[in-house]
């Protein structure tokens, strides 16, 4: 059983919110879709780090998960800054239950159990936060990091995490979430957000204080989600 990744869908089945106006996302959904079955199959993983929908409301993206819901693979949904059809966690999986979505599951305060791993991970904030309300976010993500790294540890699984923002990019951190990660230890992180050729290029991959960080924003990946295990 495979771990796999991507961020960054921008699905918009239930709204008129088109990516394909932006370079490179010509027919975007098709391709998604065509990579996705080459590689995943119902036995994977497939860990979705945020910006999943467009849709401003939870019912307006029933067409997006439905979309989600056809392709191979049990599915890992983290939080973006764009998924403002972001509910409550009772409200969202009661909506997938009726909508019989099984293969959706949160990872919010939380971490999901994916053979000998666990998949942690929260949305993150700025990594050039300075006001107090970025710092009072940032510090209610770690919180929310800090706790899902704490069900990892009462599984006994080894962690892997996923954020949404990259907690470091170009020579801007975002101290709040990468203490945490220094402090508990993670060797690997991944995440999104980040856009385009020219924005790629400040962001930090590579190992970045003994941490592999991993871009994985879906345009960036070519539409190809990224093998973790």
């Given amino acids: ?4 990744c991507i961020a960054d869908l921008h699905l918009s089945f239930g709204t008129n919110k088109p990516m394909d ?3 490179g996302w010509s027919g975007y959904t098709e391709r ?3 990579n996705w079955r080459a590689i995943v199959s119902p036995e994977d993983t497939v860990v979705l780090a945020g910006d999943i929908s467009w849709a401003m409301r939870l019912e307006d993206a029933r067409e997006d998960f439905a979309y989600l819901h056809r392709l191979p693979g049990k599915k890992l949904i983290l939080k973006g800054n764009h998924d403002y059809w972001w509910s409550t966690r009772a409200k969202i999986e009661k909506f997938w239950s009726d909508c019989g979505f099984d293969d959706l599951a949160l990872v919010h305060n939380s971490a999901c ?3 000998e791993f666990a998949v942690c991970g929260t949305r993150g904030w700025l990594y050039n936060s300075e006001t107090p309300e970025d ?6 993500e770690a919180g929310r990091l800090r706790a899902s790294l704490d069900e990892a540890e009462k599984l ?3 962690p892997v995490v996923f954020l949404h923002y990259p ?3 170009d020579n801007m951190e975002c101290r709040g979430i990468l203490e945490v990660l220094e402090e508990r230890g993670i060797t690997e992180c991944y995440f999104g957000h980040i856009h385009g ?3 790629a290029r400040k962001a930090v991959c590579g190992e970045y204080h003994g941490i592999r960080m991993h871009l994985v924003s879906c345009d960036y990946l070519k539409f190809v989600p990224l093998l973790v295990r």
């Avoid at 059983?1 to 796999?4: D, G, I, Q, T």
């Fill in 32 to 34: 998604l879709e065509k």
């Fill in 21 to 23: 106006i932006f370079p």
């Fill in 1 to 4: 059983m495979a771990l796999f």
């Fill in 167 to 169: 907690p470091v990019y």
């Fill in 197 to 199: 050729t020219q924005a």
């Fill in 156 to 158: 006994g699984l080894r």
């Fill in 113 to 115: 159990p994916v053979e």
């Fill in 135 to 140: 710092q009072k976010i940032v510090s209610r």
